[in-house]
T-cell receptor, first 115, second 117 residues
Framework: DQQVKQNSPSLSVQEGRISILNCDYT??????FLWYKKYPAEGPTFLIS?????DKNEDGRFTVFLNKSAKHLSLHIVPSQPGDSAVYFC??????????????FGKGTKLSVIP | ETGVTQSPTHLIKTRGQQVTLRCSSQ?????VSWYQQALGQGPQFIFQ???????GRGNFPPRFSGLQFPNYSSELNVNALELDDSALYLC????????????????FGSGTRLTVV
């Protein structure tokens, strides 16, 4: 039972164009949604997040959109740069046992930005 | 400010053996969470340690156990290793147990790659 789904394993985009990464979820109890970026041989790095009570959050070239009725979020990168090439994980947080917050991750989307 | 460091970086073990993975949390952080990332999957929550006690656990059997020390560093122990335990094990630290909700202040290490043969 996968609560966070990233249905596109890979995405190729030309440098300077928009990259759109998609994510779907099933659990209505998630309170925050996050995007992490991961390079080979490194741990995931936090990129941007959005509260479940908002529908858009922007940080420089990165914008996350949340559609709660569709249980769908997307990450837009504009303009895309070759250094953005990495695996992007969508994650969602919820209060777990004993007051801890747990992250539930999707399987990731490998973004390749072509110069 | 030092980040999260994990050791060893790579490890090969035989089925049935036991393994201990180590994590030093980022300076000033008192909470450590462990995640397992199997090949082609996203990281999966194992458990979290706060004030030297387990504080939340994912869907992992009891042979996965941990410790947190007074200096906030942590160990992940896995007994009776199985082939499916082969994965990248990630440690993440934060200042408080409820920080990850917003994403900020939640720092991952580079992980330990465990191979069980």
């Amino acid at each position: 039972d996968q609560q966070v789904k990233q249905n596109s394993p890979s995405l190729s985009v030309q440098e300077g164009r928009i990259s759109i990464l998609n994510c779907d979820y099933t659990n209505s109890m998630f309170d925050y949604f996050l995007w992490y970026k991961k390079y080979p041989a490194e741990g995931p790095t936090f990129l941007i997040s959005i509260s479940s009570i908002k529908d858009k959050n922007e940080d420089g070239r990165f914008t996350v959109f949340l559609n709660k009725s569709a249980k769908h979020l997307s990450l837009h990168i504009v303009p895309s740069q070759p250094g953005d090439s990495a695996v992007y994980f969508c994650a969602a947080s919820a209060l777990g046992g004993a007051g801890s917050y747990q992250l539930t991750f999707g399987k990731g989307t490998k973004l390749s930005v072509i110069p | 400010e030092t980040g999260v460091t994990q050791s060893p970086t790579h490890l090969i073990k035989t089925r049935g053996q036991q393994v201990t993975l180590r994590c030093s949390s980022q300076s000033g952080h008192n909470t450590v969470s462990w995640y397992q990332q199997a090949l082609g999957q996203g990281p999966q929550f194992i458990f979290q340690y706060y004030r030297e006690e387990e504080n939340g656990r994912g869907n992992f059997p009891p042979r996965f156990s941990g410790l947190q020390f007074p200096n906030y560093s942590s160990e992940l122990n896995v007994n009776a290793l199985e082939l499916d335990d082969s994965a990248l094990y990630l440690c993440a630290s934060s200042l408080r147990r409820n920080v990850p909700s917003g994403g900020h202040g939640y720092t991952f290490g580079s992980g330990t790659r465990l191979t069980v043969v």
